[in-house]
């Protein structure tokens, strides 16, 4: 018979293993930056090096154009495209092009990449970089927000794709921005937010159920580039949006102003979301335009703590910048440096072309930056997934594998701007071609029949699509 001690002894091991065996923790990463948009992911369980060469892929599917990132919910990877059967854009700064096609949004299993369905619609683009959509999707409670370059903000059912309702922005601005709309829908509450533009509706607010116009906030001459930031100071909600002329804190529920900042980057360009760490605000763009603002009196109000000079602060533009026990880290789109500055003074601590172009400067070279426990997940725009260290001293990369190829046109160079999405100890990757999942689990589940390039069951008479 066993003793009491054995027991005892027994139930602590039985405890253990029980501990061993769980599966990773599966975050869902269901929108732009992740759940809490501050590009943290939390899961453990990962491998501690990223393999040489070409990282294994668990699948990938082909995919029309686009910038827009994957979003995960409940065992679903939802991303947007464009197929056109115009010639590819000049992708020059400086023109329009006028493409026509159809804008899509996908749902596929995340363990398999198999179809549950896809949506099309008709669209004309007419903008510079007219790739395809910008927005990430926006994953909450069974509904999925989505957002196209042309300005069509619908909303869908997560199960099926069906479609609750829709605006086309453009009739409150009357045409789409030079780079089009590219504002990442906020959930907050029971609203659904974006940066639109026009007289009097900078930023506007729908009923996310309904999406009947719940109010609208503040002018400017451009809507920019942005997403809506949401933060809380003090026991007070705040909502920080960035368009062309101000960055702007407002209240959720009416949207009325309780500050406004002038911050106007070149060409229009306020394209990074602002960041929030504590009680300071931080956002920067094109041209050395960039500040620290700390917020008073319940975040009803700001005082300004520094602004750029040429040698301090930060002009990011792609990949918003991470505000991390006192730095912020990102790129400047001028050199495409990744920076490490002061967020108390704008004091440049360091830079490093490492992680962006390995040796040369180039404008808008990109790297998407995630910080996940001690260390940081990189992405560059030459599709490569690195792992790294972050201080106020300097970057240290620890391993480097190449997740995407780039297949963009962009200053000479070929280059993926899409942010990924992790989630389940995997990371989703997609370019202007096709999306990839690749597995980081340090612990692989038992072996199942994934295939690598599975088929569109569309391609195969099944009604999958709609």
Not at 100 to 124: K, Y
Not at 426 to 455: G, H, M, Y
Request: hydrophobic share 35%; aromatic share 8%.
């Amino acid at each position: 018979m066993p003793t009491p001690r054995s027991l005892r002894n027994w139930y602590w091991l039985t405890c253990v293993l029980a501990l061993v065996a769980q599966p990773v923790a599966a975050d869902d990463w269901p929108q732009w930056m992740g759940p809490h948009r501050d590009g943290r992911w939390n899961e453990s369980g990962l491998i501690e090096r990223l393999p040489e060469g070409d990282a294994p892929t668990t699948w990938k599917r082909e995919l029309g154009g686009g910038y827009s990132g994957p979003a995960v919910a409940g065992g679903g990877v939802f991303v947007t495209d464009f197929v056109s059967t115009d010639p590819p854009p000049a992708n020059h700064p400086g023109v329009r092009d006028l493409r026509r096609g159809q804008e899509r949004v996908w749902c596929l299993a995340a363990d398999t990449g198999e179809v549950r369905w896809r949506i099309e619609r008709s669209c004309t683009c007419q903008m510079s970089y007219a790739g395809g959509p910008r927005a990430t999707p926006t994953v909450a409670d069974g509904l999925v927000y989505c957002l196209g370059a042309a300005g069509y903000l619908q909303c869908l059912q997560a199960s099926d794709g069906t479609e609750l309702w829709a605006h086309d922005l453009t009739r409150y601005t009357g045409a789409a921005p030079w780079w089009g709309f590219s504002s990442h829908p906020l959930v907050e509450g029971d609203l659904v937010l974006c940066l639109v533009g026009g007289p009097g509706s900078a930023v506007v607010a729908f009923d996310r159920k309904t999406g009947v116009e719940r109010w609208r906030s503040g002018s400017a001459s451009d809507p920019g580039y942005s997403s809506i930031q949401s933060c809380d100071h003090e026991g007070q909600r705040l909502l920080l949006a960035w368009d062309a002329d101000h960055l702007r804190g407002l209240e959720p529920n009416l949207g009325t102003e309780l500050w406004r900042f002038p911050l106007a980057p070149q060409f229009k360009m306020s394209i990074a979301m602002p960041q929030v760490s504590g009680d300071i605000v931080f956002a920067g763009g094109k041209g050395r335009v960039s500040a620290a603002l700390r917020l008073v009196n319940g975040g009803r109000a700001v005082e300004p703590l520094w602004r750029a000079t040429a040698t301090t602060g930060l002009s990011t533009s792609n990949a918003p910048p991470i505000l991390d026990e006192g730095v912020i880290y990102g790129c400047d789109c001028d050199t495409g440096h990744l920076r490490g500055i002061d967020l108390q003074t704008g004091e440049r601590l360091w830079e490093s072309l490492q992680p962006t172009t390995g040796g040369r400067p180039s404008p808008h070279a990109t790297v998407f930056l995630v910080r996940n426990g001690p260390r940081w997940i990189l992405f560059n725009d030459s599709g490569d997934l690195i792992f790294a260290e972050l201080s106020r001293h300097g970057y240290t990369e620890l391993s480097r594998t190449h997740a995407i190829d780039p297949t963009d046109n962009a200053y000479g160079r070929r280059v993926v701007w899409s942010h990924p999405a992790f989630s389940g100890g995997r990371v989703f990757v997609r370019s202007q071609k096709e999306i990839k999942c690749l597995d980081l689990r340090a612990t692989q589940p038992s072996p199942e029949q994934v295939d690598p390039n599975p088929t569109d069951p569309a391609e195969t008479g099944q009604a999958t699509a709609r």
